[in-house]
């Protein structure tokens, strides 16, 4: 895989990567394990899962279309 990097970033990767005593390959798949887990439970199917329930008012396909209903009268 090849990955571009603007110059001031690969700068910035390879100080990072000396300073730590890692390859830049290493810090790469530092920052993408934690960028996963950083955004671990935020994809739309996550959404679903947590907020799965939360209506608790009765049929909210009906309500929604009483809402909408509205609409046309406008």
Do not use: C, F, H, P
């Amino acid at each position: 895989m090849i990955v571009t990097l603007s110059d001031e970033d690969r700068r910035w990767l390879k100080g990072y990567s000396r300073a730590n005593k890692i390859s830049m390959a290493e810090a790469v798949r530092r920052g993408v394990d934690n960028l996963r887990k950083a955004e671990a439970g935020n994809t739309y199917q996550d959404l679903l899962q947590r907020t799965r329930g939360t209506w608790k008012q009765g049929d909210g396909l009906e309500y929604q279309r009483r809402l909408r209903s509205e609409w046309a009268d406008r």
